[in-house]
């Protein structure tokens, strides 16, 4: 199995947006579970502007749940602190992690994927990101680590 963050768009406008001609629809970053033959485990997700829930079937793919403005059935932040060593969803939380970051810290852990990244913090400074991840080391256990790249356009 391996697990992967991705963009699904939603047909809601952000408010900045609203005044132009042709305003660009709004996309949301997802965690998605794929299995060893390609296939996408389907999830529901919600928009993180409008809330519209979305059935996720594929990388960059959804569908609008007609009528579903929430689905107490979906993933939580407090859902997962319960799956998650305390030290791990307290770094989360000072960080503000969405929560497609901590389905992704929970699928590490699941998956024993040895060297997983999770990016906690970024900026860009002088053509350059810099931040911190948090590093899967096995056994429940994370460092963080600081980075620091150019910056491609």
């Known amino acids: 199995m391996n ?3 991705h ?9 900045q947006y609203k005044k132009r001609e042709d305003p660009p629809f ?22 993180n502007n409008c809330g519209i829930v979305h059935r996720v079937f ?3 793919k959804s569908d609008i749940s007609v009528g579903t403005e929430s689905l107490n059935s979906m993933i939580s932040k407090d859902d ?5 060593p305390t030290n791990i969803t307290e770094i989360l939380d000072s960080y503000n992690c ?3 970051d901590w389905e992704y810290a929970h ?7 040895v060297g997983g990244r999770i990016i906690i ?6 053509g350059k990101a810099q931040g911190k991840m948090l590093v899967y080391k096995g056994s429940n256990s994370f460092t963080i680590e600081p980075f620091l790249t150019d910056l491609e356009f």
């Open 58 to 60: 594929d990388i960059c």
């Open 80 to 84: 997962l602190k319960l799956m998650l």
């Open 26 to 47: 709004h996309r949301f970053v997802v965690f998605s579970m794929v299995e060893e033959n390609g296939t996408v485990v389907e999830k529901y997700s919600q928009c």
């Open 107 to 113: 699928f590490l852990i699941n998956e024993n994927k």
């Open 3 to 5: 697990g992967i963050k």
């Open 7 to 15: 963009l699904i768009e939603c047909q809601c406008i952000l408010p």
């Open 121 to 126: 913090s970024r900026e860009e400074i002088d």
């Open 98 to 100: 969405e929560v497609y």
